[in-house]
Structure formats: structure tokens, C-alpha cells
């Protein structure tokens, strides 16, 4: 599917990877394989988890982060360094709860309205 949008809910134990166009939404999902709490609850960045997560973005011009936690600030640093495409293509971050990827496609929609109107291509901006 080409799309110009995406829209990633990630946590640090899972990503939801949605893009979507007007009218189809396709979803993928990808897992981090380390589930390891170190002390203190923190979880650490997961380098194969936030490659597989830029892999699927790959194409898309514009990448709405979001989640309940660091993992979305995280994945944004990994992408500075490592997925210079992926950086280019992320135009926010946004805090959200646990919603579904039916909510999440939603709110992404409404995020991203102003280009749908007009059919603007994200990347003239």
C-alpha cells in the first residue's frame, strides 16, 4: 500500500505499525523479543525491536508517533541515528493511554486532516 501516513502506538514490549489512506488501513505488528526489566522498572532501548519498527515505516512521508511511555521518545533518538528516512518522515509525538488500533487510526486521521483536505503532499511543506 502507499500511503503518506502512518501512525505507531508503541509501548516497550510491542509496536502497533498503521498506515493508512483514506480509505484502508494496514496494520503490522512487531514485538520486541527482550522483555528483561532492569532495576528500578526501567526498560532499555531494544536496537532489533525499534530496526524492525523503521523497516516497516520505510516509504512513508509521515510518521505520527505515539504511547503510554519513553518507548516513542526512544524510537524518535534510535531513528536520529540510525533511520535517517524514518526521522525526516516523524512530525510529532503524542502521549496516549492504551486505546485500540481502531482509536488510534482515528486519532491519526484527525492529526493528519488538514493534509487529506487538501491533498497536499506532506513532503512540499
Known amino acids: 500500500m502507499t500511503t503518506f501516513h502512518a ?4 509501548d516497550h514490549t510491542e509496536a502497533h505499525v498503521l498506515m493508512f489512506d ?10 520486541a523479543r527482550s522483555h528483561h526489566t532492569p532495576k528500578h522498572g526501567h526498560v ?6 525499534f530496526k524492525q519498527i523503521a523497516e ?3 516509504g512513508v512521508r ?5 504511547g503510554p511511555a519513553n518507548a516513542k521518545i526512544e524510537f524518535r533518538d534510535f531513528c536520529k ?3 535517517h528516512a524514518v526521522d525526516k518522515a516523524v512530525v510529532d509525538v503524542v502521549t496516549t493511554d492504551h486505546p485500540t488500533d ?3 487510526v482515528a486519532m491519526a486521521r484527525q492529526y493528519f486532516m488538514k493534509f ?4 497536499a503532499d506532506p513532503s512540499m511543506r
Open 7 to 10: 501512525v505507531v502506538w508503541m
Open 102 to 104: 481502531a482509536q488510534v
Open 81 to 83: 541515528h540510525n533511520a
Open 44 to 49: 532499555g532501548a531494544d536496537r532489533d525491536f
Open 62 to 66: 509521515e510518521v505520527l508517533l505515539t
Open 22 to 31: 483514506k480509505e484502508h488501513v494496514e496494520a503490522q505488528r512487531v514485538k
Open 116 to 119: 487529506d483536505n487538501t491533498a
Open 56 to 58: 516497516a515505516l520505510q
